[in-house]
């Protein structure tokens, strides 16, 4: 069977200081992704990444381009080294997304730091503006989530969405979002119904709901100003795990998945039921790669994040 690939690429929570670190110094086509960055920035994001310390780099207007950044140098070192595998699709978990889309050609680098830069700024304003939360639950099915968020929302404001649900990681392991109040009583009722675990995420920005609706309006105007083109190779949204490509169809995605679910277990399966047998995370850590396992064991995970890991992906994959 001939192998069939789709470069994934991490969101928040894959940040840790020193990231990418290794690969900059070894390759420089990865460090002048830092550099680019830095100038364009007006600021030593590098320094940031690099030599941290965490809390600066876990706030979320200097995470987001931190990450891509980071992704992006990944991404240029395996590129250093020959890799020209065609990609069948490009996915990207959130903010992961604008990373996907400057490697399928859409965005250009720069417009790329600048819109997640904003992105950063507007979720944080939100953030601050109506404070709130995520949990994970594991162990409990979609629907079972779904229906206890309909059931907090109609009991705190009458039917107001307060409370969404966030992320779809995988069967299993879903994440909810929102007003705190709200969180707290969907954490209750998802161990009353028997999770297997229920987890405060450490943020207190509510990603993915209605929360973030102020942010999207003020991203719109950002992204209607951005230079997109049409993608080389087709973006699995995380709006409806359908491939995209057309630029007027990726600004909507980039605006509407602030306040919407990141369908990544549909995403995954559908790259899957197209014929993809293989995975490369290219970015810090290996959040993705556990997901992609858990959703199909039977597939190819490979990744690059480090040196080792970028080694093991070329003679993998007889690059």
Request: contains cysteine.
């Amino acid at each position: 069977m001939s192998e069939q690939i789709a470069l994934l690429f991490p969101g928040q929570g894959s940040q840790q200081v020193g990231m990418a670190r290794d690969l900059a110094e070894a390759y420089s086509q990865a460090q002048a992704v830092l550099a680019q960055a830095d100038e364009i920035l007006g600021t030593p994001l590098s320094r940031t990444i690099f030599q941290g310390p965490a809390e600066e780099l876990d706030d979320t207007i200097n995470t987001q381009p931190a990450l891509l950044v980071a992704s992006l140098a990944c991404w240029e070192a395996l590129r250093a080294r020959g890799f020209e595998k065609r990609a069948a699709f490009v996915a990207g978990h959130s903010l992961g997304e604008y990373t996907a889309l400057v490697v399928a050609g859409s965005l250009p680098f720069a417009e790329s730091i600048r819109l997640v830069r904003e992105r950063g700024r507007l979720m944080q304003e939100a953030g601050q503006r109506r404070p709130g939360g995520m949990a994970a639950i594991l162990g409990l099915e979609d629907a079972a989530v779904q229906e206890i968020c309909r059931t907090v929302n109609s009991r705190l404001s009458g039917g107001l969405s307060l409370l969404a649900v966030a992320n779809y990681n995988s069967p299993g392991q879903v994440v909810i979002s929102g007003e705190r109040d709200a969180l707290q009583e969907a954490m209750r009722l998802a161990r009353q119904r028997g999770a297997a675990k229920v987890l405060t995420l450490a943020v207190s920005i509510a990603a993915h709901s209605p929360l973030m609706e102020p942010a999207a309006r003020g991203l719109a105007q950002a992204i209607a100003r951005a230079p997109i083109g049409e993608a080389s190779i087709p973006l699995v949204a995380n709006l409806t795990a359908e491939p995209i490509t057309y630029p007027e169809e990726i600004r909507q995605e980039l605006i509407q998945q602030l306040i919407g679910s990141v369908r990544w277990t549909a995403s995954i399966q559908r790259m899957i039921a197209e014929g993809v047998n293989c995975f490369i995370e290219v970015g810090p850590g290996r959040v993705l790669s556990g997901l992609v396992k858990r959703i199909d064991g039977q597939v190819k995970v490979l990744n690059v994040s480090d040196n080792d890991s970028l080694e093991k992906t070329l003679a993998t994959t007889g690059s």
